[in-house]
């Protein structure tokens, strides 16, 4: 028998928070659904995610013998134990061949059993974790973020995994990643949460419709309240001249009945502008993301023939690049293939020794967004860097503008923050000031996707000179104008 999770006027309210992040949600979710739960940062995923593992108190209901299991847990580091202890510890009952059989699906050697957790590369440990999740038929996995340790080649391998399992949630804002397999879409909006069956397209598509639908009410709505209002401030002024003007009682009592009548215009009118006013609160208001962009007077890059040496051997096949001015230039290859290590040589972190030839002319103003500076910084800290009013004024502006409330810029620690609210931090301090080059590594990862399509329509009309590593499709599919593979040697 089909279990469903059933959902009843579930509220939810941090402490700190003015707003519920929910308010009298209904839901009615199958088990055997593949769930996209997509939203801007900030709405409330991971915090849904919590509510159903019950580690959240809330008001209303869940109905659900549903055994829910979190990813990503991972295991305690100084356990030290092996990729087999870990997939045994929560299924101490499965067969080896089971085990064996669901490596093959992830593209994985039957090997990696052998090895320490602790030392397999983040794309290994995060197949293995899903498999943990799956391996137990009793269990509803729900899924967090599982593409942010993922390459390209990755992302495919665990997209067609998950196509071939039922009954589960995930999040996740590569659109691409979750178009491949999710059948149904559950949307945090600002005052809405939909949920629709097919996937991501068909629900951008969904909620096009109704955007364009709410503005075309509201545009009525808006003609009708100014037309009332019109008669209402007639009728009122009318009636108050004829009851000031006359002294006959008849008369009063007309002028009277026109007042009153007026009174219930304007409070019908009042009335219509509380029941539709909610209709534009749903609509998504994405602001015009701006960048100062200058470009660089002469090429950026050159290579011939060119490799990274670790011990002597060529750390991935030799390439040739070229980079001009307005060129977006990205870096693809499979996780550990020397991307960002690429990326450091180019910016001079790294002095590695090199074959080939190879001419390097970064400008004087860079747009540098790293990996390592997102575990260094946080939002206090960039805050400080800037030293003065303007400066501060123009970062805040770009959080706002990257879907921050205002009211969060006082929050100095930002521990209240998500995962992709952290992100656009460092993105906005990427953006300030004129930059003639922009080095982003992995900036998609924990964006909202209304986030990705900000920065590809801005990336499309200020057409910056980029060279960057990222692993969303359908994003460098957008704004790139050239890319590499990195191979092995």
């Known amino acids: 028998m089909t279990e469903n999770i059933l959902i009843k006027n579930m509220t939810f309210k941090y402490l700190a928070m003015l707003k519920p992040i929910f308010k009298n949600v209904n839901l009615n979710i199958n088990e055997n659904w593949k769930l996209g739960l997509i939203g801007r940062n900030g ?15 809330y008001k209303g209901s869940i109905q659900s013998t549903l055994d829910f299991k979190y990813f990503p847990s991972y295991p305690n580091i100084h356990n030290n134990l092996t990729a087999l202890e870990v997939l045994l510890k929560q299924n101490p009952q499965i067969d080896i061949w089971q085990i064996e059989r669901e490596l093959t699906y992830m593209d994985l050697s039957h090997d990696i059993l052998d090895k320490s957790f602790n030392v397999l590369s983040g794309g290994e440990q995060t197949k293995l974790l899903l498999i943990e999740l799956f391996l137990n038929e009793n269990s509803f996995p729900l899924i967090d973020e599982p593409t ?22 995930v999040i996740s804002h590569d659109e691409s990643f979750l178009n491949q397999f999710v059948d149904h879409v559950l949307a945090i909006n600002k005052e809405s949460i939909d949920m629709i069956r097919g996937n991501v397209d068909t629900w951008k598509y969904e909620k096009a419709n109704a955007d364009m639908l709410s503005e075309e009410k509201n545009a009525k709505l808006k003609t009708e309240i100014n037309r009332l209002n019109d008669v209402s401030k007639q009728m009122s002024t009318w009636g108050q001249k004829r009851e ?28 219509m502008i509380v029941e539709k006013e909610s209709l534009l609160h749903n609509i998504e208001n994405v602001s015009e993301l701006k960048m100062i962009v200058k470009q660089p007077r002469k090429q950026v890059l ?26 977006r230039f990205f870096i693809e290859g499979e996780n550990g293939v020397g991307k960002s290590t ?13 074959i080939g030839e190879y001419r390097i002319s970064l400008p004087q103003h860079l747009s540098i967004l790293s990996q390592k500076n997102q575990v260094d910084l946080d939002y206090f800290s960039l805050l400080n860097q800037l030293s003065t009013k303007e400066a501060k004024e123009e970062y805040w502006h770009l959080l706002y503008q990257l879907g921050i409330e205002r009211s969060s810029f006082s929050d100095k620690s930002s521990d209240n923050w998500s995962a992709g609210e952290q992100k656009k931090v460092f993105l906005a301090n990427a953006l300030l000031g004129e930059n003639e080059l922009f080095i982003w590594d992995e900036v998609t990862n924990y964006l909202d996707m209304f986030v990705i399509n900000q920065m590809i329509d801005a990336i499309k009309k200020y057409q910056p000179t980029m060279i960057g590593v990222d692993h969303n499709e359908y994003f460098t599919n957008a704004i790139a104008t050239k890319k590499i593979e990195l191979k092995s040697f």
Do not use: C, W
Not at 44 to 57: A, R, S, V, W, Y
Not at 311 to 321: A, E, R
């Open 148 to 169: 942010n340790n993922l390459d390209l080649h990755g992302r495919k391998i665990v997209s067609q995994y998950l196509m071939k399992k039922k009954g589960f949630i």
């Open 342 to 354: 690429l990326l450091n040589f180019i910016l001079g972190v790294e002095h590695l020794e090199t």
């Open 302 to 327: 050159f290579f011939r023939d060119f490799s990274i040496l670790r011990d002597g051997i060529p750390l991935f096949k030799p390439i040739n690049i070229d980079v001009h001015p307005t060129e």
């Open 43 to 57: 709405r409330g995923k991971t915090t849904f995610l919590k509510i159903l593992l019950n580690q959240l108190e």
């Open 244 to 271: 000031n003007s006359t002294k006959d009682a008849s008369a009063r009592r007309l002028a009277a009945k026109q007042m009153k009548r007026a009174k219930a215009v304007k409070k019908r009118t009042e009335v």
